[in-house]
């Protein structure tokens, strides 16, 4: 069985924050590679934020030092802490899973994802 289900999306406005949480319902959840990304209507799906099997993590520019991914092992969730949120935010975002590996960076392209949430949704006013 192969599964990821988004929660925590809402409205907030400019400057707060959210915490997103993706449930991971996959085996060898420890050996993939992690990602958010975010798409807004006529846009294509961007690559938020990547976390690889080795700790390794990447972040979009528009993002670093505003989001923070964590990855709970114990019950396979992976969190996104979004603060000083700004209306550029707004968007779908999804949780993405692909195989990875050690010394290995994630991608950061949406093709090289095969599992993929339902999406939750973000609006930031301002």
């Known amino acids: 069985q192969v599964q990821l289900v988004e929660s925590g999306g809402g409205s907030v406005q400019s400057g707060g924050s959210l915490r997103l949480s993706c449930s991971a319902s996959i085996v060898r959840y420890n050996t993939y590679c992690m990602a958010w990304f975010r798409q807004v209507p006529g846009q294509e799906r961007e690559g938020v934020v990547t976390s690889g099997p080795d700790g390794t993590t990447y972040y979009a520019d528009s993002v670093k030092g505003r989001f923070t991914i964590s990855r709970d092992n114990a019950i396979k969730v992976v969190h996104l802490q979004m603060d000083s949120l700004e209306p550029g935010d707004t968007a779908t975002y999804y949780c993405?899973?692909?195989?990875?590996?050690?010394?290995?960076?994630?991608?950061?392209?949406?093709?090289?994802?095969?599992?993929w949430g339902q999406g939750t949704q973000v609006t930031v006013s301002s």
């Open positions: 993405a899973a692909v195989v990875g590996a050690w010394f290995v960076p994630c991608p950061v392209n949406k093709d090289e994802y095969k599992i």
